[in-house]
T-cell receptor
Framework: NAGVTQTPKFRVLKTGQSMTLLCAQD?????MYWYRQDPGMGLRLIHY???????AKGEVPDGYNVSRLKKQNFLLGLESAAPSQTSVYFC?????????????FGPGTRLTVL | TQLLEQSPQFLSIQEGENLTVYCNSS?????LQWYRQEPGEGPVLLVT?????EVKKLKRLTFQFGDARKDSSLHITAAQPGDTGLYLC???????????FGQGTILTVHP
């Protein structure tokens, strides 16, 4: 089992550029999440999914879009990157709902927007 | 928005000492999780507590959920350098998708 994997690990963008972060899990988990982690702000939920084909907004969804076309993959897109989106992005998955919290996190993607 | 306050923010101790980290809120939670995160890696789930007054033990770590389900504590006995890391609490209320994380406690255990 690879668990939760994320690609890429690092990325530098210029303001206005777009990119997609890919998250994959091989544990057959129903629930998947995207978080961002900023110094002094802790982890904040961007979007989440309760199953294939479904997505929902979290705490800080503006400027991001997501898709869950396959159960094992959860994509996070930035259509027009802004410096405020400089952060470390974590994907997570779990077999239970958010009452149980995300069980497994990926290693993170460090994104810098210039 | 439910807020989780963790204290202390920073903790630097010597190997063998005991320590307690606190996670407090004015809101009632349905469950609370504790995670540990090492630099450059994602958080790792340590425990989930769901019942008021619940106590769970994981080797030298003891987790407690307050009777009123508004607070929690993590106690480490005889800390070791391998315990060094960022400890995060996270809690969910009644609204789906509203898991809130505390800001974390950075623990450094010196040999």
């Amino acid at each position: 089992n690879a668990g939760v994997t994320q690609t890429p690990k690092f990325r530098v963008l210029k303001t206005g550029q777009s990119m997609t972060l890919l998250c994959a899990q091989d544990m057959n988990h129903e629930y998947m999440y995207w978080y961002r982690q900023d110094p002094g702000m802790g982890l904040r939920l961007i979007h989440y999914s309760v199953g294939e084909g479904t997505t929902a907004k979290g705490e800080v969804p503006d400027g991001y879009n997501v898709s869950r076309l396959k159960k094992q993959n959860f994509l996070l897109g930035l259509e027009s990157a802004a410096p405020s989106q400089t952060s470390v992005y974590f994907c997570a998955s779990s077999n239970e709902g958010l009452a149980g919290g995300p069980e497994f996190f990926g290693p993170g993607t460090r994104l810098t927007v210039l | 928005t439910q807020l989780l306050e963790q204290s202390p923010q920073f903790l630097s101790i010597q190997e063998g000492e005991n320590l307690t980290v606190y996670c407090n809120s004015s809101s009632v939670f349905s469950s609370l999780q504790w995670y540990r995160q090492e630099p450059g890696e994602g958080p790792v789930l340590l425990v989930t507590v769901v019942t008021g007054g619940e106590v769970k033990k994981l080797k030298r770590l003891t987790f407690q959920f307050g009777d009123a389900r508004k607070d929690s504590s993590l106690h480490i006995t005889a800390a070791q350098p391998g315990d060094t890391g960022l400890y995060l609490c996270a809690a969910s209320g009644t609204s789906y998708g509203k898991l809130t994380f505390g800001q974390g406690t950075i623990l450094t255990v010196h040999p």
